[in-house]
Structure formats: C-alpha cells, structure tokens
T-cell receptor
Framework: AQSVSQHNHHVILSEAASLELGCNYS??????LFWYVQYPGQHLQLLLK??????LVKGIKGFEAEFIKSKFSFNLRKPSVQWSDTAEYFC???????????????FGTGTRLQVTL | GAVVSQHPSRVICKSGTSVKIECRSL??????MFWYRQFPKQSLMLMAT?????????EQGVEKDKFLINHASLTLSTLTVTSAHPEDSSFYIC??????????????FGPGTRLLVL
C-alpha cells in the first residue's frame, strides 16, 4: 500500500523567506506525485505534478518540487514566500492508471504554512 | 478548465434523515470520481471510488449501505448519506479524473460540502 509522510506539520515563515516542505512516500512501483494547496476556506487546488521526465517540476505561483527517486522524496520549494501563500499544503501520490489500479490518491497529513508580514 | 462543482455547499439536517450530495465535472467527462472525507485540521481520507456505470469501490471501514454512491453519467456522481447521525458531520469532498484517453492522471477537486447533523 502507498503511504505519504509530511514531517512538517506547521511552518511559520516571514515574508521573503525561502520555503521547503518535505514529502516522502512509500510505494514499490512507479508513482505519480502531486502537491495540492488549500487556501483558507477554499477547495484543493493543484500546485504541480510529476509523472515522468525532468525530476524538477515547476508549478504555479512560483512553486517547484524535485523528485528524488533514491530518497523517495518530492519536496516542495519556493525561493521567496508571500503572505498570500498562507495555506495548507498536501503532498499526494498515486500509481499510473495503466498499472491496473484505480489510481487512488493517497494524501499526506498536510503542512500548515503561516507567512507573517 | 477542469472545474468540479458540488451541491450543496453546506447542509444541516436532523439525525435520521438522508442527505444527497452532488458532484459534477463541468467541462470534462470523468469516468472516475472519488469521494473523500476531511476532518478539521486533518488530511483527506478516501471513502470510495465511483466508476461510471458500475458499482462503487469502498475503502476499508466505510459502510457502503450508509454512504450510497451513484455515478449515473460521465459528469455526475452522487453521495447519499443515509440515516445520518451526528458522527457523520464532516466535510465531504469529491474529485474527478478525466476520462481514459485524455492522458491525464490528475484529480480535480470540488469545493466540498459541509454536513452538520443535529
């Protein structure tokens, strides 16, 4: 079974600070990796995704993530956070559809990011 | 594109009544939709996978007779919470995955439905 770990539960940063949120997964085969963001009172939105190819993935709003297969990691980064980045961030993983599974998403527990002015 | 809607956005009901939540993919067809439950300050927990034209697949521990899922078309899935009790109060979220052939593994999420059972 798949599992996803997000070790940072609550992160507080000042504006302009750099961000790195950790995500590690456990799965024995090929995976698709996602970061979703949930702003206060809003629904989940896709930040970025990795299916294959370049392990450094760029997403919306200046976020990027790097897939390191040897470490089973997919950490999220942003060089300079803004107050508007305050939100809950979820890492998720599923198996490719052609593996015959239902491609169910397994979510990490989430990281609450608070950016102060 | 890739917009998913849910209706209602919030509902309050009396214990023992049934509540139906709709999930629609507005600008794409979805052979598969997923229903999640999110508790306050916690992650999303998958309840069931809904496939168009077939029975839903429920996760372990989820009562299929209590949480009825119907995926009648490629753009609509419904979740009915039958004989709701206060412990069913939660935030229910659906997601939809574009149909096979679109080359898309991404799930797009609805805005969620907050259910409060009194």
């Amino acid at each position: 079974a798949q599992s996803v770990s997000q070790h940072n539960h609550h992160v507080i940063l000042s504006e302009a600070a750099s961000l790195e949120l950790g995500c590690n997964y456990s799965y024995g085969g090929t995976v698709n990796l996602f970061w979703y963001v949930q702003y206060p009172g809003q629904h989940l939105q896709l930040l970025l995704k990795y299916f294959s190819g370049d392990p450094l993935v760029k997403g919306i709003k200046g976020f990027e993530a790097e897939f390191i297969k040897s470490k089973f990691s997919f950490n999220l980064r942003k060089p300079s956070v803004q107050w508007s980045d305050t939100a809950e961030y979820f890492c998720a993983v599923n198996a490719p559809r052609n593996t015959g599974t239902a491609s169910k998403l397994t979510f990490g527990t989430g990281t609450r990011l608070q950016v102060t002015l | 594109g890739a917009v998913v809607s849910q209706h209602p956005s919030r509902v309050i009901c009396k214990s023992g009544t049934s509540v139906k939540i709709e999930c629609r993919s507005l600008d794409f067809q979805a052979t598969t939709m997923f229903w999640y439950r999110q508790f306050p300050k916690q992650s999303l927990m998958l309840m069931a996978t809904s496939n168009e034209g077939s029975k839903a697949t429920y996760e372990q521990g989820v009562e299929k007779d209590k949480f009825l899922i119907n995926h009648a078309s490629l753009t609509l899935s419904t979740l009915t919470v039958t004989s709701a009790h206060p412990e069913d109060s939660s935030f229910y979220i659906c997601s939809a995955r574009p149909a096979l052939g679109a080359g898309e593994e991404t799930q797009y999420f609805g805005p969620g439905t907050r259910l409060l059972v009194l």
